[in-house]
């Protein structure tokens, strides 16, 4: 079945210690978005790429970075956590023109400890 | 303002009956598409079910129907006939033109069927 794939799942770290976490997807899809959930809220849009055309948001910390090597796979970096960038972090596809739904991975729990 | 706004934070529903979840939202936009998400308690985003602006009859996807009234600005979830696998949060969103089609969501709506 055509899919988002995120792993890890889960993902513990440390305090200031760089992270990566990853997405693939095989809808073929030509945006993907990485979003931030913390607990009880709505997801918050980071950033999102079109094609290989990055477009982040106003607001997203520079201590978040992606990189897209490919139309498969996306990466979301985290240069130096903090205790506040502990969330759920979803990995989104879409395409452009139409409905463009935004289909979601499972997700990635991130831990800061 | 707000742009997606869900009144209800959360709600009990007996098994087997309906419960309907209120959204409602805000753009000038004419062209613009409605989306609720499922996410229970493993975090995964599950889409439901899609109104575009321009459709003329409610949308409808199994056991969950979209209620729409262009004029009033809402877009309310049914799900008929609940089933304890239906406990989750709810989140109704929005994509339009003016938020560069980008979607936002509402604050969500945590529902829980009870036996």
């Known amino acids: 079945d055509a899919m988002v794939i995120q792993n890890p799942r889960y993902q513990v770290t440390q305090f200031g210690k760089p992270v990566t976490l990853s997405c693939s997807q095989t809808?073929?899809?030509?945006?993907m978005y990485w979003y931030q959930q913390k607990s009880s809220q709505a997801p918050k849009l980071l950033f999102h790429?079109?094609?290989?055309?990055?477009?982040n948001e106003a607001d997203t910390p520079d201590n978040f970075q992606s990189r897209r090597p490919n139309t498969s796979f996306c990466f979301l970096d985290i240069r130096s956590p903090g205790l506040g960038d502990a969330a759920m972090y979803l990995c989104a596809t879409s395409t452009r023109g139409g409905q463009e739904t935004q289909y979601f991975g499972p997700g990635t729990r991130l831990l800061v400890l | 303002a707000q742009k997606i706004t869900q009144t209800q934070p959360g709600m009990f529903v007996q098994e087997k009956e309906a419960v309907t979840l209120d959204c409602t939202y805000d753009?000038?936009?004419?062209?613009?598409?409605l989306f609720w998400y499922k996410q229970p308690s493993s975090g995964e985003m599950i889409f439901l079910i899609y109104q575009g602006s321009y459709d003329q009859q409610n949308a409808t996807e199994g056991r969950y129907s979209l209620n729409f009234q262009k004029a009033r600005k809402s877009a309310n979830l049914v799900i008929s006939a609940s089933q304890l696998g239906d406990s989750a949060m709810y989140f109704c969103a929005m994509r339009d033109f003016a938020a560069g089609n980008k979607l936002t969501f509402g604050g969500g709506t945590r529902v829980l069927v009870k036996p």
């Open positions: 809808l073929n899809h030509n945006v």
């Open positions: 753009t000038s936009d004419p062209s613009y598409g």
């Open positions: 790429y079109y094609d290989k055309d990055f477009n």
